[in-house]
């Protein structure tokens, strides 16, 4: 290998060393950037996926009972029905009183209720037909008790949450919307 007047390197035969130096970089930079497209639609898919299984995944409602008076008591337990609802993504039955889990994940519900303390009431957050945590007012004279409670509850696709009115017990709602059922899902697993 010689150096030229013009400063190009060439091999001994004349060709231009630089020049197939270059091709070669050229090709590596092609197949390079090509790898680099691949990774890049590649990525731009996943993305779709996640963007996807995030927006699939809003999952929440939020509900009152809404009757204006006392529901209850009654001589067996029951399954509250919750009338106006405010919020809903569509795996809250308002008709049945029951939220059924759309993707299997860990979700939170809370609920609140209202009574006159002339009478109890007791409310149960139930999943699958097993009652999981309770709230209780016992009867208490003559003036008006509120009781919440809530949990985070690791749920599959088709459990069922709702809320139960103890048999004997009542409950009192009206237009203030004093009892609710709320639920919505944290995160899926």
Not at 24 to 45: A, D, G, P
Not at 49 to 69: D, M, P, R
Not at 86 to 100: D, K, L, Q
Not at 137 to 145: K, L, T
């Amino acid at each position: 290998v010689s150096d030229t007047d013009d400063g190009i390197v060439q091999s001994p035969g004349g060709q231009d060393c630089c020049a197939a130096e270059s091709r070669k970089n050229c090709c590596q930079l092609f197949v390079s950037l090509r790898e680099i497209e691949t990774k890049l639609r590649n990525t731009q898919r996943e993305m779709e996926v996640l963007k996807s299984q995030v927006q699939g995944n809003k999952v929440a409602f939020g509900a009152s009972i809404s009757t204006g008076e006392n529901v209850g008591p009654f001589n067996t337990h029951t399954t509250l029905i919750y009338k106006k609802v405010y919020m809903n993504t569509g795996s809250f039955n308002p008709a049945a009183g029951i939220f059924t889990a759309p993707v299997r994940g860990v979700y939170y519900f809370s609920f609140s209720g209202h009574n006159h303390s002339s009478k109890p009431m007791g409310l149960q957050l139930m999943t699958n037909g097993e009652y999981v945590v309770t709230s209780y007012n016992h009867a208490a004279g003559n003036r008006y008790e509120a009781a919440t409670n809530g949990m985070m509850l690791q749920l599959e696709v088709g459990d069922q949450v709702y809320m139960r009115l103890m048999q004997n017990t009542w409950i009192f709602d009206n237009i203030h919307n004093l009892s609710t059922f709320i639920g919505l899902l944290l995160f899926p697993l």
